[in-house]
């Protein structure tokens, strides 16, 4: 770059207008891009990433072992998982003990969903077993990978951790640019890896709004081995559903593991992958129910099944997931952990409880299951015809597509898609868009406390006073077919108290104090062909709704808060023809959301059914001043709004200001040796780097360098008149990498701007 030094203008503008410093960078470089092959990973190389994930994103994270957790043996001897030494101990209970650490990786936000809260009891639950049979060896790489871009779609969006920001004189203010900064840099990072805005903050939502428990090796010693079994007994012939014998269940330390995280915690929905044949498998896959297959929650199975083979694709000859009953596409089993966590709890007389030999025995009531645990929609993921592929693992720029395209798509990648779409599916949300077609910048931020009514000041927009009407527009996930969606509004100050920031309220607990538009219905973006069946709007390949409320009533000053609310999958709760046993649903996630009497408690969580969903409300603020004609968003966290936030509201109650929830996180640097995972262009010669930056010629240059002066000194004279007019800046951010320092430590001491 030294050659260029001359020729690429860093335009360092600083000027001094309302005592606000602007920096300016203009480079007139090409976009690098990020895109990462995917391999199949060691053992060795798995449990290293875990630990890396568990210490860079301590806040999102946890890392532990079944050994550790739940005080089960190690399988194996001390030529086996010999890594095991060399890793931080924090995770295992006996570092030193032979055999193989079982790591189980948990993510979920414990500051917006505080231990013992009622979000975080409530909380959706989804499992991710990599891999059962050991020589199956995608699942593994896929769970890894996946959890790799959650967490860091999640912290990126968590910055800055302020509601709003501070004043930029303070040292609070300087603290938020500091964030503001490596939330933009990082921002910056995940685009050139092909993850666009509205991708990051849908990343970010999933782990703000859900409990995601993965176990990448839960046959670690098969894994390790490459071996099919855990030393000779297929774990997936040892659960406790229509075995033989009690002898022959819970003989694996794999299946114990997968039995103690299920006694823990109350799973809507899990994933469980093999290889052997290309497949998405649901029940029935057992004996008792040949020939039919059929199982009470058909209806919704296959649906969700469908949707997971069209998201995951195909690629370069390999056809989408074939989809239908284990039965019919794979074969019968006994003491399958799929059928198990689907019926353990309801279809008892096909339980027996255990009684293994093995590794001194295992506590018989621990397969003595409560009517609610077991209950998941726990679907079979056959990856790929071979056991081990040798190639076309695909990569990770724009893994995120509608549509992926063949050349990125690929065994590791599809099945990445997969499971972040069983994520999402779990459960039902409402996210509003914006107003008047402007966008929303905030959607739901991860480490974010929001205790009482801090999501009034959070989503928030300005109107102007003499609007009649206000068009909202908003988004429906989590399921596939919205059977009505609305708004419902009214000025906060009559709001009922039970409308917060964390609780879905009931129908009955609304009052009479909101305003209603008409019910509209549609597809969601998991809904086959929605493109042909969507009357709506479109935005960034997903379906839209939009609505107009009269605001024409309300006066200069009055906040209203305004809620979406969604009905969706209402025909799930039909029994199928020839439906074995012929009931009504028994799964959670379907009676989650079609059933309000459904009910269960487990662990110290809780599944309540309900039938309609309510978004986080958008807060819109009547501006004071007559001559303001622009809808404007006031909560964007890089900028600082033009109303005093700190205003106190009767409707907003008393709340902790975060004071101590904010920690030390540490941003990942932005390039990482990795000797597995290679970009496409390694090893392909002299030919052109991807990865690297490409350099335009010096007359280019020059001309570009003119063209943006000019433009900087029009956008800066234009900005002052602006912020002289309405008071509000956009902190500019800085895009050189070199000007940061990636290993940035938050203080302890960092605060969210108080509310009230």
């Not at 309302?18 to 060795?44: F, G, H, R, W």
């Not at 990343?203 to 709004?209: H, Y």
């Not at 104090?513 to 969507?534: C, D, H, L, V, Y």
């Not at 662990?603 to 303001?628: F, H, M, N």
Request: charged residues 20%.
């Amino acid at each position: 770059m030294s050659s260029y030094a001359s020729l690429f203008l860093l335009l360092l503008l600083f000027t001094s207008f309302d005592a606000v410093v602007v920096v300016v960078v203009v480079t007139a470089a090409e976009t690098k891009v990020i895109n990462l092959q995917y391999k199949i990973l060691s053992s060795t190389r798995i449990a290293s990433e875990l630990e890396s994930l568990a210490i860079n994103y301590p806040y999102l994270a946890t890392l532990t072992t079944a050994q550790a957790a739940f005080d089960l043996p190690f399988a194996g001897t001390p030529d086996d998982c010999t890594f095991k030494a060399n890793l931080n101990s924090n995770s295992n209970s006996n570092s030193n003990a032979p055999g193989c650490p079982n790591y189980i990786l948990t993510i979920h936000d414990p500051i917006a969903n505080p231990p013992g809260s009622f979000t975080d009891s409530s909380l959706p639950e989804v499992f991710l077993s990599g891999a059962l049979h050991g020589n199956e060896r995608v699942g593994p790489t896929a769970v890894l990978e996946t959890a790799k871009l959650l967490l860091e779609a999640a912290q990126c969006e968590s910055l800055p951790q302020f509601i709003a920001p501070p004043d930029p004189d303070t040292e609070q203010g300087s603290k938020w640019l500091l964030q503001a900064q490596q939330g933009e840099s990082c921002r910056n990072k995940l685009i050139q890896g092909g993850i666009t805005h509205s991708q990051r903050k849908w990343l970010a939502r999933l782990v703000a709004t859900r409990r995601i428990v993965i176990v990448p090796m839960t046959n670690a010693l098969g894994y390790d081995r490459n071996e099919r079994t855990e030393d000779g007994i297929d774990p997936n012939r040892d659960f406790p559903y229509d075995v033989t014998s009690p002898d022959m269940c819970m003989q694996t330390i794999a299946g114990r593991t997968v039995n103690e995280l299920f006694r823990k915690h109350l799973f809507q929905t899990s994933l469980t992958f093999h290889a052997g044949t290309e497949v998405v498998g649901y029940e029935w896959g057992a004996f008792p129910y040949l020939p039919t297959n059929i199982s009470p929650d058909d209806v919704a199975q296959v649906e969700i099944g469908r949707a997971y083979s069209s998201f995951a694709g195909g690629f370069q000859g390999t056809n989408s997931y074939k989809t239908g009953t284990m039965n019919e596409l794979v074969y019968a089993v006994k003491g399958g952990m799929e059928d198990w966590a689907y019926a353990a709890s309801w279809d008892t007389d096909k339980v027996t409880p255990c009684q293994p030999t093995t590794y001194g025995g295992y506590d018989k009531s621990k397969t003595l299951y409560n009517q609610s645990s077991l209950r998941a929609f726990n679907m079979l993921i056959e990856t790929s015809n071979d056991k081990i592929p040798n190639n076309h693992f695909g990569s990770s720029h724009g893994i995120l597509e509608q549509e992926p395209s063949f050349e990125n798509n690929g065994h590791v990648a599809r099945n990445i898609r997969l499971a972040l779409s069983a994520i999402d599916l779990v459960q039902p949300y409402v996210s509003i868009w914006g107003a008047n077609m402007v966008p929303l910048q905030n959607d739901v931020v991860p480490m974010m406390p929001r205790p009482g009514r801090i999501c009034a000041e959070s989503k928030i927009m300005k109107i102007p006073q003499n609007q009649k009407e206000t068009n909202i527009g908003w988004t429906v996930g989590g399921g596939f077919n919205v059977d009505f969606t609305n708004l419902i509004f009214a000025k906060w100050e009559d709001v009922p108290l039970v409308m917060d920031c964390a609780r879905q309220p009931l129908q009955s607990e609304l009052g009479v104090a909101f305003r209603t538009t008409e019910t509209i219905s549609g597809p969601t973006k998991w809904k086959a062909n929605w493109q042909k069946n969507n009357s709506n709007g479109v935005n960034e390949g997903e379906p839209m709704f939009f609505s107009t409320i009269d605001t024409s009533m309300f006066q200069p000053g009055d906040r209203i808060a305004v809620f979406a609310v969604a009905r969706l999958d209402q025909g799930w709760n039909d029994v199928p023809d020839g439906a074995k046993p012929n009931i009504a649903p028994q799964s959670h996630m379907v009676n989650a959301r079609t059933n309000p009497s459904w009910r269960h408690e487990s662990a110290g969580k809780i599944i309540q059914g309900r039938q309609d969903w309510y978004s986080i409300p958008l807060t819109l603020v009547i501006s004071d001043d007559s001559d303001d004609y622009e809808t404007a968003e006031l909560s964007d966290r890089f900028i600082i709004p033009d109303i005093d936030l700190k205003k106190p509201h009767d409707f907003l109650q008393p709340r902790d200001n975060g004071n101590g929830n904010q920690g030390n996180i540490n941003e990942e640097d932005d390039e990482i040796e990795d000797t597995e995972r290679t970009s496409p262009q390694e090893g392909k010669g002299n030919g052109p780097n991807t990865d690297g930056i490409t350099l335009p010629s010096p007359n280019f240059v020059l001309i570009l360098v003119l063209f943006a002066f000019c433009g900087v000194v029009v956008y800066k004279l234009g900005k002052w008149i602006r912020r002289r007019k309405s008071g509000r800046e956009r902190v500019s951010i800085l895009d050189d990498d070199d000007v940061f320092v990636h290993e940035f430590t938050f203080d302890e001491d960092i605060q969210l701007r108080e509310l009230a």
